[in-house]
């Protein structure tokens, strides 16, 4: 029944399909089991917001200004950067910009995806209450991130491919856990990191108002599964233990390959493979991208899940020295 309903979908539409199965759980304990869950759910209803009126939409974004600090940029102080004309400097500004914010807008629509199976297949109520609006928050970061994009920008990258993978296997997988492993551990502990530096560094005010709004959102997230996960590892059997574990470490490599943006070189006519060189051992790069995981290893640890195989696989990574840091509550 489901296919002549997909095959309806108008000529030309940018769609795509992901084929999945997984267990959709009712709960007929509506009384529930979960007080954090509960509580997290009535904060997640206390500070809904309205994109549409919370942010100065009339703001005008000057995209080639050095709205985020050009030392972001993986290439800045670089040959590469210093070949490179003040018109050129401009279009990068805008490019990299739109390319990282891309990146986000599309990571946001795998969290409203992954968050909607979550509803489904979560076997406590309360989980299904809160999942319920983080659904909301995900269609409003879609709608943010996109009305930026088209309307400050006047330009939307495709998917990352590093990125797009993570999604897929999150979504494609029947095990419940694995959506929140995926998305609310790794890929929203991920950009609770960057859209903190981007609060931080930004001086373009609707840019940096809008994130501080989808931040406050974030961090329920992540808290939401580390709440969901919490002790469920602790006497997993070993072998189903290593799934988790492989795809924690597939995962976060995934996340640490998707910052090349070859996209953006390609679009500035730059030699591919020399910039994804430098952008790959540039120092700067290599920092940036281990301080993004700082919310994610000690969420990780708190769940059990930082095993021997994993540290191995982290330290690799360079990222075990985030292990301590203060985990998302």
């Known amino acids: 029944m489901g296919m002549p309903a997909l095959a309806r979908i108008p000529e030309g539409a940018e769609t ?71 018109k050129e400097i401009l279009k990068l500004r805008r490019e990299q910009l739109s390319w990282m914010l891309s990146q986000f807008l599309h990571g946001e629509q795998g969290a409203l995806l992954a968050t909607a199976q979550i509803v489904d297949a979560t076997p406590w109520i309360e989980a299904k209450y809160y999942g319920a609006t983080q659904v909301m928050d995900e269609a409003r970061h879609v709608e943010v991130y996109d009305r930026y994009l088209s309307q400050k920008l006047d330009r939307t990258y495709p998917v990352n491919t590093h990125l797009r993978k993570l999604l897929d296997q999150t979504l494609s997988d029947g095990r419940w856990d694995m959506k929140y492993l995926g998305m609310q551990i790794m890929v929203e502990g991920l950009a609770m990191a960057a859209f903190g530096f981007i609060h931080k560094m930004c001086s373009e005010p609707l840019l940096r108002d809008l994130t501080q709004y989808v931040m406050r959102d974030e961090a329920r997230h992540v808290a939401f599964g580390v709440l969901s996960l919490s002790d469920y590892y602790a006497e997993m059997p070993a072998a189903e233990l290593r799934d988790r574990e492989e795809f924690v470490a597939d995962g976060c490599r995934l996340m640490r390959d998707r910052l090349l943006a070859e996209d953006v070189w390609e679009e500035m006519g730059l030699p591919i493979e020399e910039t994804r060189d430098i952008v790959l051992h540039s120092p700067t790069m290599i920092e940036f991208r281990k301080v993004l995981f700082s919310k994610v290893v000690p969420n990780v640890k708190r769940l059990g899940l930082l095993t021997p195989f994993i540290r191995e696989r982290f330290a690799e990574l360079d990222i075990l020295k985030f292990e301590d840091e203060e985990p998302s509550a």
Request: proline content about 3%; glycine content about 2%; aromatic content about 12%.
């Open 16 to 86: 795509d399909r992901v084929t999945t199965t997984f267990e959709t759980c009712y709960s007929w304990n509506y009384e529930g089991a979960r007080r954090e869950l509960r509580t997290l759910y009535e904060k997640a209803k206390r500070d809904q917001w309205n994109a549409a009126d919370a942010l100065d939409w009339t703001i005008n974004v000057d995209a080639e200004a050095e709205n985020i600090p050009d030392l972001q940029i993986p290439i800045y102080g670089t040959h590469i950067w210093d070949r490179l004309t003040q």
